[in-house]
């Protein structure tokens, strides 16, 4: 049963510790620490490392410029949106003055397009009448 914890039964392997990845450990003289071994049969590991190592500094560099990306794109929204900020207070401005001005001359636009309308309505009726003659 001891030996199962160990690994040395179960792995097949003769070692303390060891597994068929060649992979060890090594008892220690602080019992907090644990030293590994990596066998020199193994050296495709070192090739999957640095492989791995270059996959994360490619990573790292798209990382970058995804951030570099988010932040212009965060600047041009602000920018937008102040944009929008300063449209929205200039058409409230403009409509406020229009108001005032419709309310400063009165009625006279309206009287003016119920005269244009009369005026259109007459012409067609004497148009109409003129024309069955």
Wanted: proline share 2%.
């Amino acid at each position: 049963m001891s030996n199962s914890y160990r690994g040395g039964g179960f792995y097949g392997a003769t070692g303390p510790l060891r597994s068929r990845e060649g992979i060890s450990s090594r008892p220690a003289a602080v019992s907090d620490e644990i030293q590994l071994r990596i066998d020199p049969i193994h050296s495709d590991l070192d090739d999957e490392i640095t492989g791995l190592h270059q996959k994360i500094r490619q990573l790292k560099g798209v990382a970058q410029e995804i951030e570099v990306e988010a932040k212009f794109q965060n600047e041009f929204l602000n920018q937008l949106q102040m944009t929008l900020i300063k449209a929205q207070s200039a058409v409230k401005n403009n409509m406020r003055r229009l108001n005032k001005s419709i309310i400063q001359r009165g009625s006279n636009h309206v009287m003016h397009v119920i005269l244009f309308a009369l005026l259109c309505f007459f012409a067609v009726y004497f148009w109409s009448k003129l024309s069955r003659r």
